[in-house]
């Protein structure tokens, strides 16, 4: 039943300089109470509402037929919904006399009230149709003193200040302050039109003392004296502030008319028409153009000063300076690009055959999109540097992404250009190094990105190497296509485990196993050594490789699939050849047998699979490593106890449960294999796989284990140089196993002679070269009856 106030400020005050006497006025003992919404009628002061409840109308129009005097009290609610109740208002009001009332537009009535004089409700008599209080009245204590009167003083002076500050404020309230006598009702006119919220001034009406009422409308206007002071220095700073600009942009425009007359333009203008240029020169897509001009039009807008004008030019410069339609040609010869092959690299055949086989269907069909080709092998195989001479072969440009350690989405699709220093990902950056939209692109050690809380990183490659989307490729800083379909990529691996399965299926994986010793000979000579030679400052005049003397460096001083070591132990012979030369050696250095080591120290690696092998439980197996292939000796051996299997050497759960397969399969079959059906239960057996500072795991020993079991039950040794890979089941079946080239390379580094394979392994043969596949004899078995009796009959 709230009502609002209707009114301006100066409508708070009679015409006449003082407000209305109502001394005179004696107030009834039951008062109808007329609850007011977020304003505080003051004894004395005359303010205007606007009623428009019908409860509220009702009481209007029954104080007028009467002697037009109402209570007022404010209200606790903060909306006018709904009526109100004896709890909802303050019980301190003012009495107020209806001077005049009138129609509204707004469906309500309007009515002009003075003030008489404060009261307190006793207690509520009726609720309906409207609110009717006991009340008794409140009077004023007023003593007069020096406090009083300096109280008064201090008011008056203060409200002149704030009169000065304050623009919602008539300035006539100055003179009608100064002229009041009275301090209750001065303390009042000054809580009456000061800027407080409705419960400072419901405390005032309640403070019947007066000096008390000074004293708190004195602190009520020091504070909002100090608000408006602040609000003035606010107001002052920033008119300085938009001075100073228009003052700046006066000079600019005087700049600019006095370079206009003399023919010149500003930086500004010259820069905005160089990037038009070079946006109609680019001949850039539809969708690039358009966001290109758009950006345009702001930077024309903008300052050379502002912080965006220079976000806006960074990303025109790369929108401009990115090779939309600029092409390398490819050398479509293939007869050419196969000596280009040849001469940087030996071996590789299938990867060369399906480079070739790409340029001959590109001259065939020239639309024809790039491969997304993966060399996945052992460290050292050549794989980054085979990248570099398919580029060669092709004609085109060359980049190079490592991708190691990569944790953030946006180091691949950038940044968005909300962040400060926003830049676009590796991908568009590569292109734009590159300077043509076709370029051979490597994104090296693919196997080893990572993910964390800023996304994933193989997830923002599907796009990138999926011909079916990359032809409209969108980085988060360009926001704009870019046709990527052209470009030839080409990951690296060294596993392909680590790799997500998603992103594996849209890459076609060539295998890089490694090389045998003749190969690594070959390249040693060809490429390794003329290297090494130059690189030292040596000439062929100075030193020569004898083929026995790299034979055994490959040999003896490394252990790998790869190329990287032996290279480096040809560096350490150079070297100290070199410091001959330099102490004043003029004649040739052969490099024979006999001098490997004064230069590379004694032999590191030799072979021991005959002699670890010559004692009954110890047999020689073959074991894939990231880096390779290694030989593995699975040893085993029995004593006194009761059935107990104990396996040591940092096996994995695969490794495990191959051991136990293995002797469920001897407990099964003792009887054929001419083994006391008992041994088990009067011995306890140990299976240990040396260097057990290197964890082990895979199904592939299993048939090593079986071998290595029946050789200590049946104290007899498997015969010299053998070894064997496989997986067993429980019926003794040889299921294959993985990377048999890596394995048997390993196995002719080492010494061995003879091989037993898995019978379905036979397919994968034509990956071993043939002179290692001459010099090894192999056995494909699917049995473990036929393992046995070549492991010791031979």
Known sequence: MGERQNMNENEKYPENSHPASTDSTRLPEVLSILPVLDMTLFPRMVLPLLVWQEESKHLVDDAMGKDRIIGLTVSKKKETAGPHEAGDLYTVGTAAMILRMAQSDEKGI??????????????????KPYLRAKIEPLTDTVVKDLEVDALMNNLVGLFKNVLELSPYLPKELGALVKSIEEPGILADLIASSLNLSKEEKQLILETVDVKKRLQKVNNLINRELQILRLGQKIQSQVKQDIDKSQREYYLRQQLKTIKEELGEKDERSLEVEEYRAKIEKKGLPEEAKKEAERELNRLARMHPSSSEYTVAATYLDWLTV??????????????????????????????????????????????TKGP?????????????????????????????????GVRDEAEIRGHRRTYVGALPGRIIQGIRRAGSNNPLFMLDEIDKLGADFRGDPSSALLEVLDPEQNFSYSDHYLDVPFDLSKVMFITTANR??????????????????????????????????????????????????????IKVIISGYTREAGLRNLERE???????????????????????????????????FYSEAGMRTATPGVVTGLAWTPTGGELLFIEATKM?????????????DVMKESATAALSYIRSNAKALGIPADFFAKHDIHIH???????????????????????????????????????????????????????????????????ILPEWNKKDMEDVPKNVRKSLHFHFVDKMGDVLKLAFTG
């Open 110 to 127: 309007q009515i002009l009230v003075q003030g008489l004089s404060r009261f307190r409700i006793i207690e509520y008599i009726k609720e």
């Open 322 to 367: 990115l090779p939309w339609n600029e092409s390398t040609k490819d050398n479509l010869d293939v007869k050419k690009a196969q000596k280009v092959l040849d001469d940087d690299h030996y071996g590789l055949q299938k990867v060369k055959k399906r480079i070739l086989e790409y340029l001959a269907v590109r001259k065939l069909k020239s639309d």
């Open 372 to 404: 997304i080709l993966c060399f996945a092998g052992p460290p050292g195989t050549g794989k980054t540097s085979l990248g570099r001479s398919i580029a060669r072969a092709m004609g085109r440009k060359f980049h190079r992404v490592s991708l190691g």
């Open 496 to 549: 392909l485990d680590t790799v997500p399965p998603a992103l594996r299926d849209r890459m076609e994986v060539l295998e890089l196993l490694g090389y045998s010793d003749e190969e690594k000979i070959k390249i040693a000579k060809r490429f390794l050594i003329p290297r090494q030679r130059e690189a030292h400052g040596l000439t062929s005049d100075l030193i020569k490789f004898s083929t026995a003397s």
């Open 570 to 604: 040809i560096a350490s012979v150079c070297r100290g050849v070199a410091r001959e030369v330099a102490e004043g050696k003029k004649d040739l250095t052969r490099i024979k047998i006999n001098d490997i080591q004064k230069f590379l120290g004694p032999v590191r």
């Open 640 to 652: 006194n106890g009761k059935q107990s299997l104990t396996m040591t050497g940092q096996l994995g």
């Open 689 to 755: 796989v040396p260097a057990g500072g290197i964890p082990k795991d895979g199904p592939s020993a299993g048939v090593a284990m079986l071998t290595a079991l029946i050789s200590m039950l049946k104290q007899k040794p498997v015969i010299k140089d053998l070894a064997m890979t496989g997986e067993i089941t429980l019926r003794g079946q040889v299921l294959p196993v993985g990377g048999v080239k890596e394995k048997v390379l390993a196995a002719h580094r080492g010494g061995i002679k003879t091989i």
